[in-house]
């Protein structure tokens, strides 16, 4: 798949159908979309694309109103590529471009990537002040002869599916029915660091995940996960939260790998939240803590590892 951005150009001469929405994190939502470009292009011996942002808008338009991210970029080119996509236009949100007038917008897709179409959401907004919508895109394409589809509402339970919705599950612990939601489970990348080393002395060694705050992180608990390490998935226990036995401070996301035991300090991992498991609490003792571990192990031990893209 390619990549492009300010700094990448590429010609497009057989042409391209771009996917437009904001894909600030990709779910079975926008799978409507993404689907959709990639079987038209192909019908249509084209090249089908993604068009998103770096950033979120709303870090430069309302930077108080951002959300937290629910992906990283890195993972969503994972995504895409494996949703066969020919190519994913990573475009910087900043003043300046918030600025580009509806119909400028289009145009210069017209003129950049040889857009011969676009895929929409039925609610898609773009250019200035959100000035331009599904009916001015309707309008455009009879002026200047590009193909357009509107996707419906995609829906699970009768609510549609949103980066909003899943968001709200995650921040309630709610994995299972996120994930349910996602193209595969909610993931958190990190770099393994130091840390007590308790866990250790308890028989249960973990691993402390450094963590960026402008992604969402789940509600504190105990987290059935599955983390990947060199490329290999492990089955894992993962708490969220402050250690609250030994007094712990700092929200922390330290988790214990079944049948690991290698030093993996300075590693970049991916933790995937498969299902929640249970509340953190606070033991009276180190031993009743100990006796919980165990049944967590146990537990974790009959379920499978996650089917990955």
Same mark, same amino acid.
Request: cysteine-free; overall charge neutral.
């Given at each position: 798949m390619i990549i492009i951005d300010e700094n990448v150009k590429e010609d497009f001469k057989e042409g391209t159908y771009i996917a437009l929405g904001s894909f600030d994190?990709?779910?079975?939502?926008?799978?409507?979309l993404i689907n959709k470009v990639v079987d038209e292009a192909m019908a249509d011996g084209l090249k089908s694309a993604v068009y998103t942002f770096k950033n979120h808008p709303l870090t430069v338009a309302k930077p108080e109103l951002a959300p937290k991210l629910l992906m990283d970029n890195k993972q969503k080119i994972h995504l895409l590529k494996a949703k066969g996509v020919d190519a994913t236009i990573f475009v910087s949100f900043t003043m300046e471009y918030m600025q580009t007038e509806a119909e400028d917008f289009i145009l210069s897709l017209i003129n950049d990537f040889n857009a011969k179409g676009f895929v929409v959401g039925f609610n898609y907004k773009y250019g200035y002040q959100n000035k331009g919508n599904v009916d001015t895109l309707r309008?455009?394409?009879? !002026?200047? @002869?590009? &193909? /357009?589809?509107?996707?419906? *509402?995609?829906? $699970?339970? =009768?609510?549609?599916?949103?980066?909003?919705?899943?968001?709200?599950?995650?921040?309630?612990?709610?994995?299972?029915?996120?994930?349910?939601?996602?193209?595969?489970?909610?993931?958190?990348?990190?770099?393994?660091?130091?840390?007590? !080393?308790? @866990?250790? &002395? /308890?028989?249960?060694?973990? *691993?402390?995940? $450094?963590? =960026?705050?402008?992604y969402v992180i789940p509600k504190t608990g105990v987290y059935y996960t599955n983390i990947m390490i060199d490329g290999t998935l492990h089955k894992s226990i993962t708490s969220v939260g402050y250690n609250p036995t030994v007094d712990g401070k700092n929200l922390s996301i330290e988790t214990y790998i079944l049948d690991f035991d290698r030093e993996i300090y300075g590693q970049e991992v991916k933790l995937y939240f498969v299902e929640?498991?249970?509340?953190?609490?606070?033991?009276?003792?180190?031993?009743?803590?100990?006796?919980?571990?165990?049944k967590d192990e146990r537990y974790a031990s009959e379920q499978e590892l996650s089917m990955l893209l």
């Open positions: 994190g990709l779910h079975k939502g926008h799978m409507t309008e455009m394409a009879d !002026k200047y @002869g590009f &193909k /357009l589809f509107v996707m419906d *509402a995609a829906l $699970s339970n =009768d609510d549609v599916i949103s980066s909003t919705r899943i968001r709200n599950l995650i921040l309630k612990g709610e994995m299972r029915e996120a994930n349910r939601l996602l193209f595969e489970p909610f993931m958190l990348r990190g770099t393994i660091i130091g840390g007590k !080393k308790l @866990g250790r &002395k /308890l028989g249960f060694p973990t *691993a402390n995940m $450094s963590y =960026d705050t402008k929640y498991m249970r509340d953190e609490e606070k033991y009276e003792t180190l031993d009743e803590l100990v006796e919980q571990l165990k």
